[in-house]
């Protein structure tokens, strides 16, 4: 990627249900610099996997992704967002059931915050349907433990893989070639 220190960067955190298929979908974009699973939203400091699936510490699965804003805007982050998930889902997508899993936008700016509100409503209008998706404020994210980082890549045959996370990248790829920002 070339030197990145004076690249001028933002962070987005995002939660969409497991994190094996956000960081997945995420990494597709032009202009994404990382993305990072992890666990956020919740009271206890750097939580296990263990942890934060028993419920207890209140932290959800979530990826944090760091974009230049010049190649990548956080709209453009929004749509994708927005598609690899079902909002109108509470505390769970598609198998994933839990608190752990509900659908959740950190927004880390006031900016970030308005437009996260308008496209939620545009996502009611569109669907017709009350979204569950909530929208937080920022408060901390715990990187996830190393197993969990570029899941599917290395493990792109599992069933949970193929079921799951192919899907949500078949689909991002085709929103990509109809924006044209591949």
Same mark, same amino acid.
């Given at each position: 990627?070339? $030197? ?12 969409? &249900?497991?994190? =094996? ?10 202009? !994404?610099?990382? !993305? !990072?699973?992890?666990? +956020? ?15 207890? +510490?209140?932290? *959800?699965?979530? *990826? ?12 453009? @982050?929004?749509?994708?967002? =927005? /598609?690899?998930?079902?909002?109108? /889902? /509470?505390?769970?997508?598609?198998? $994933? ?27 009611? @209008? ?31 045959? +599992? ?20 924006? &044209?920002?591949?």
């Amino acid at each position: 990627m070339g $030197d990145n220190r004076n690249m001028n960067t933002q962070k987005a955190t995002f939660g969409a &249900g497991c994190f =094996w298929c956000a960081e997945a979908a995420f990494k597709l974009l032009p202009g !994404v610099i990382s !993305v !990072v699973p992890g666990y +956020t939203g919740g009271n206890e400091e750097n939580p296990s996997y263990e942890e934060v699936s028993s419920k207890r +510490t209140g932290h *959800v699965e979530a *990826v944090q992704v760091k974009y230049d804003p010049a190649r990548v805007s956080y709209e453009q @982050l929004l749509k994708i967002f =927005w /598609e690899i998930h079902n909002p109108t /889902e /509470e505390n769970k997508q598609g198998p $994933d059931i839990g608190l752990q899993y509900q659908a959740v936008i950190f927004a880390h700016t006031d900016e970030q915050k308005e437009l996260v509100e308008k496209t939620k409503k545009d996502m009611a @209008l569109k669907l017709g349907q009350k979204i569950a998706t909530k929208i937080l404020p920022f408060r901390n994210f715990y990187p996830a433990e190393e197993y969990h980082r570029n899941f599917y890549e290395k493990n792109p045959n +599992t069933p949970y893989s193929k079921a799951v996370i192919a899907p949500k990248i078949k689909k991002v790829k085709k929103l990509l070639d109809e924006y &044209g920002e591949e």
